[in-house]
């Protein structure tokens, strides 16, 4: 399935890969800095933003298998660089499982390589059942208290109205189909053991999904990984603090060159 995008910049390709319930916009600050010396390709995941919404569930592998068709036909020769957010993370990782010698580098934000809990998996199912039968995406806008952190959302309204409206905008079937793929998923640690390519791992210092622990874990797998951790932010660093994961960002991809 081909994705809509947007595409800025020339040289070294990265890709990158947004959140659930979100969009490509969230990605506006790095596509601007990165442009300077890469084309950058970010992405609307299906069921996300203007990409299309087929029925779900939205198994990891095949939306790894959206990015790799969109970037064909776009013409993006390999390697490049591929980077996701949290649920964007999860279809980095089935990309490096399914695709590993097109990958250059991997960044993952906010994430986590393990699968659901059985908890957690019965949680998204009932949430998915529940979008389908409200036949909207307004019940999702509270996620905003997990995905950014007290202290910021008292200081920046105006951060929280953009994602909200992100999620708003996030088609009901689209974020069910998106809920029981990510329960689905695998345990993907050994994705990481077996990764070829440089890693980098970025975390929030106080995300209240992905604890710190767990990026330690996903850095330390691999021989050419490592782990930025960014203070005061939660969930969301490209959003929260663009500044800083930004520069997290351009140095490991200086680090490649």
């Known amino acids: 399935m081909r994705l809509s995008f947007d595409e800025q910049g020339t040289g070294p390709v990265v890709v990158l890969l947004h959140g659930f319930p979100l969009d490509r916009t969230m990605w506006s600050s790095q596509l601007g800095m990165l442009s300077n010396h890469h084309r950058v390709i970010a992405p609307d995941l299906r069921g996300h933003g203007q990409s299309p919404t087929p029925p779900g569930p ?71 059942t529940a979008l389908e039968q409200e036949g ?42 998106a809920l029981r793929g990510m329960a689905m998923r695998p345990d993907r640690l050994d994705v990481l053991r077996r ?17 710190e622990a767990e990026a330690q874990v996903m850095a330390e797998a691999t021989p050419q990984g490592d782990l930025i951790v960014i203070p005061g932010a939660g969930h969301l ?21």
């Open 58 to 128: 939205y198994r990891m592998e095949d939306m790894a298998a959206d990015v790799i068709e969109t970037l064909d036909a776009a013409r993006v020769e390999p390697p490049y660089v591929v980077g996701g957010l949290s649920m964007g993370g999860y279809v980095a990782l089935a990309m490096a499982e399914r695709y590993p010698d097109r990958l250059r580098g991997l960044i993952l934000l906010n994430t986590r390589a393990g699968a659901d809990s059985p908890e957690a998996a019965a949680n998204r199912e009932a949430k998915a």
């Open 195 to 211: 990764l070829a390519v440089p890693l980098r791992v970025i975390a929030g210092a106080d995300d209240a999904i992905v604890p």
């Open 136 to 177: 909207s995406t307004e019940s999702l806008a509270a996620m905003v208290e997990l995905l950014i952190p007290e202290t910021t959302r008292n200081s920046r309204p105006e951060l929280v109205d953009q994602v909200v409206a992100m999620i708003r905008q996030t088609s009901p079937i689209g974020a069910a189909g």
């Open 237 to 257: 660093t490209p959003l929260e603090t663009p500044g800083a994961t930004n520069t997290a960002i351009r140095s490991f991809l200086e680090r490649l060159t």
